[in-house]
């Protein structure tokens, strides 16, 4: 089964700190996202990207970039983290077929 | 672009009673139709799918929802709910923006509570 890993479960910054959250995939999937899930709002997009060095900014991309050097890895980017931004981050990849997308277990990211 | 809009924020049931989680969305043209379930503190895992055919679709853990074009819904149920159900709910759409990629837009989610 497909297998979406995100390096930390929970992570606590700092105002002003610069964020990396990193999610890798095991299925050579080209489409991947990030998506902050906040109580309420559901899940809300962030970015995606649909190839290697591709990417396009989602519905909130604000506050937020991306980096895909590699087909398997798509990293969200703080530069200057606010309180804001403490959210529930999710990654998910898309599958060959398109129909369905494939999550990750989710970083809870508190900025204090 | 499209929404979906789940009324329910939060829905209280008791062990063995049946349940609706209810679903609606913007628009019925050229779109697939998900649930998906999470847990507390993990990721969310597709309950069913909807893609084409039978508007009646079956899923894991005894869900089944109903796909109705008229009316734009998707709802969810179960006859019988178990403690285990205890999760929150996302219903989403998906739409095809080019020919590799679909567009998912999800819901606010429902989180089922269910009661001993």
């Known amino acids: 089964d497909v297998k979406v890993t995100q390096s930390s479960r929970y992570l606590v910054k700092r105002t002003g700190e610069k964020v990396f959250l990193e999610c890798v995939q095991d299925?050579?999937?080209?489409?991947m996202f990030w998506y902050r899930q906040d109580p309420g709002l559901g899940l809300r997009l962030i970015y995606f990207s649909y190839d290697v060095k591709m990417k396009e900014k989602g519905d909130i991309p604000e506050g937020y970039s991306v980096s895909r050097e590699k087909k398997e890895r798509f990293s969200l980017i703080l530069e200057s983290a606010s309180t804001n931004q403490t959210s529930m981050y999710l990654c998910?990849?898309?599958?060959?077929?398109?129909?369905?997308?494939?999550f990750g277990s989710g970083t809870q990211l508190s900025v204090l | 672009a499209q929404s979906v809009t789940q009324l329910d924020s939060q829905v209280p049931v008791f062990e063995e009673a049946p349940v609706e989680l209810r679903c609606n969305y913007s628009?019925?043209?050229?779109?697939?139709l998900f649930w998906y379930v999470q847990y507390p503190n993990q990721g969310l895992q597709l309950l069913l799918k909807y893609l084409s055919g039978s508007t009646l679709v079956k899923g894991i853990n005894g869900f089944e929802a109903e796909f109705n074009k008229s009316q734009t819904s998707f709802h969810l149920r179960k006859p019988s709910v178990h403690i285990s159900d205890t999760a929150e709910y996302f219903c989403?759409?998906?739409?095809?923006?080019?020919?590799?990629?679909?567009?998912?837009?999800f819901g606010s989610g429902t989180k089922l509570n269910v009661k001993p």
């Open positions: 989403a759409v998906s739409s095809r923006l080019t020919y590799n990629f679909n567009k998912f837009y």
């Open positions: 998910a990849t898309q599958g060959l077929t398109n129909e369905k997308l494939f």
């Open positions: 628009s019925s043209v050229s779109v697939y």
């Open positions: 299925m050579d999937h080209e489409n």
